[in-house]
């Protein structure tokens, strides 16, 4: 069974940083490309960023871009999302998805952390 | 950057009908349209990639159709557990992206 399960959310002070990890299982992780997906209090879906397979290549959503740093561990199953100078509209959960193997859609996802940025 | 709209923004049904929910893009994304179903306090559920394909599990009550800008979710008969939010969600290949509708809430009624 996959199994994403998203850990390192929590409430940061404007400005400040975070680190999300995605812990993976069930499957040949190094086989899949990986996303990141948001959904602010009350709202609908944002993708953030996506990974190759291998880590190679990495592509953001405009709204994070040079901002948030994607990356991934083949050997620890690990995916992480590094963030910095957030925002009070970076307060959202997040979550982990893994694409199927054409990488257009999310057909698995973890259950979502939530990261609140507020003073 | 290619925008999806989706309607009627809440959809308000019976179980046994049946819904009809679309999403247009403002340009062409070929097939690469896909739908979610998402409740209250879950993540959301793949149900139909390439627009009209079914994900793994999902009853065949769900169906997509469409090509280019036109897309439509068809729910033949509601279950009570088909109600929640869905999504339409498509990929471009310049600038390398997805993006999401903004959901149609499908509401008891």
């Known amino acids: 069974e996959v199994q994403l399960v998203e850990s390192g959310g929590g409430l940061v002070h404007p400005g400040g940083s975070l680190r999300l990890s995605c812990a993976a299982s069930?499957?040949?992780?190094?086989?899949?490309?990986m996303n990141w997906v948001r959904q602010a209090p009350g709202k609908g879906l944002e993708w953030v960023s996506y990974?190759?397979?291998?880590?190679?290549?990495?592509y953001y959503a405009d709204s994070v871009r040079g901002r948030f740093t994607f990356s991934r561990d083949n050997a620890k199953n690990s995916l992480y999302l590094q963030m910095s100078s957030l925002r009070a509209e970076d307060t959202a959960v997040y979550y982990c998805?893994?694409?199927?193997?054409?990488?257009?859609?999310?057909?698995?996802w973890g259950r979502g952390i939530l990261v609140t940025v507020s003073s | 950057e290619i925008v999806l709209t989706q309607s009627p923004a809440t959809l308000s049904l019976s179980p046994g009908e049946g819904a009809t929910l679309s999403c247009r893009a403002s340009?062409?994304?070929?097939?690469?349209l896909a739908w979610y179903q998402q409740k209250p306090g879950q993540a959301p559920r793949l149900l139909i990639y390439g627009a009209s394909n079914r994900a793994t599990g999902i009853p065949a009550r769900f169906s997509g159709s469409g090509s280019g800008t036109d897309f439509t979710l068809t729910i033949s008969s509601l279950e009570p557990e088909d109600f929640g939010v869905y999504y339409c969600q498509q990929w471009s290949n310049w600038p390398p992206s997805y993006s999401f509708g903004q959901g149609t809430k499908l509401e008891i009624k």
């Open positions: 340009q062409s994304v070929s097939s690469y």
């Open positions: 069930g499957f040949t992780f190094s086989n899949y490309e």
């Open positions: 990974i190759t397979a291998t880590g190679a290549t990495v």
């Open positions: 998805a893994r694409a199927d193997r054409t990488g257009f859609v999310f057909e698995h």
